[in-house]
């Protein structure tokens, strides 16, 4: 097997994960969505300390620690990645697992307006179209639900404010977890042990198999984080592009198909246009790939950092 189809395999597992996780976390219930949060950030931080420990990897801290930047952006991406994962366990645990997915398929319309705001980058004709049609999507899905869809819009804009800063820090992807869930790590600690004092807890009261799927959500954190590592390295970005895509159509599919949540047709149509616009961006994109000229310094519709 070659590299890229070795790449391939990691990216479609890494992807495959993240989008079966609305049922692991759906398994984590009475757990409320901050306790399940706190012990997610718990056990990423002993199991990639086994896996750092393994690999005798550790000599990125000295790096880490002598730089103020360098940790207060490590600290910003920690507090936008708990953001996302707190509103994304939310969601899932509150029979929003269509919204949520809706979150991930308009995250690329963020960063690419990031791109622009930020990193003064320029749209092109075509990338216009695609957010304008994203724009109308979250008016259309709006007024289906009567409110803006304010957890899509959060997981959106947390991820694609998360991407921005990890792309500046450029750690590589198990040192960034290990850094940013240890500066949760004592937050975390503190929250579980005010549940436990209180008696609210939920951890190691409700069966051996909550309590190690509990534990386990350390694992399911990094594992598809890995297997994204590797995979980015052998992959072209704009494959990288496509497959992000699998990971909210799974999610969708749980939402529907096995969670039953509704789907009216205004909400069909919202999902569609955001559809076309990201049909729009991938079709751009491969354009551009094929298209031999000079580099222009325009915004590109690819995700350097995975997910949750």
Not at 23 to 46: D, M, N, Q, T
Not at 225 to 242: D, H, Q, S, T, Y
Not at 262 to 282: D, Q
Request: aromatic share 12%; hydrophobic share 55%; charged share 10%.
């Amino acid at each position: 097997m070659s590299e890229e189809r070795r790449g391939y395999l990691y990216g479609l597992t890494a992807y495959g994960l993240w989008g079966f996780f609305p049922i692991y976390f759906k398994l984590l219930r009475p757990a409320g969505p901050l306790e399940i949060l706190a012990h997610r950030v718990i056990w990423s931080v002993v199991f990639v300390s086994l896996v750092l420990a393994v690999t005798r990897n550790w000599r990125f801290l000295a790096r880490v620690l002598r730089s103020p930047r360098l940790l207060g952006g490590i600290t910003a991406a920690a507090v936008l990645i708990a953001i996302n994962w707190g509103t994304y366990i939310y969601g899932v645990n509150s029979s929003r697992v269509v919204e949520t997915a809706l979150g991930y398929f308009i995250t690329p319309l963020v960063l690419v307006l990031l791109g622009v705001t930020v990193q003064r980058e320029r749209l092109r004709a075509w990338q216009w179209a695609a957010v304008g049609v994203g724009g109308i999507a979250v008016v259309v899905l709006t007024v289906d639900y009567g409110r803006l869809p304010y957890i899509a819009l959060l997981l959106a804009g947390s991820f694609g404010t998360y991407s921005l800063v990890k792309k500046r820090l450029s750690l590589p992807p198990a040192e960034g977890l290990f850094v940013e869930s240890a500066v949760l790590a004592v937050p975390a600690l503190i929250y579980v042990g005010w549940l436990t004092a209180s008696g609210d807890a939920q951890f190691g009261h409700v069966s051996a198999l909550h309590t190690t799927l509990m534990i386990f959500a350390g694992v399911a954190t990094a594992v598809p984080l890995l297997l994204f590592a590797a995979a980015a390295n052998r992959v072209p970005m704009v494959g990288i592009g496509i497959l992000q895509y699998v990971a909210p159509i799974l999610q969708l599919a749980c939402g529907l198909l096995i969670f039953h949540e509704p789907m009216p047709p205004a909400r069909l149509a919202g999902f569609g246009l955001v559809w076309i616009a990201l049909i729009i961006f991938t079709v751009d994109a491969l354009r551009r790939r094929t298209t031999p000229g000079p580099a222009a310094a325009t915004a590109e519709p690819v995700a350097a950092v995975p997910p949750r």
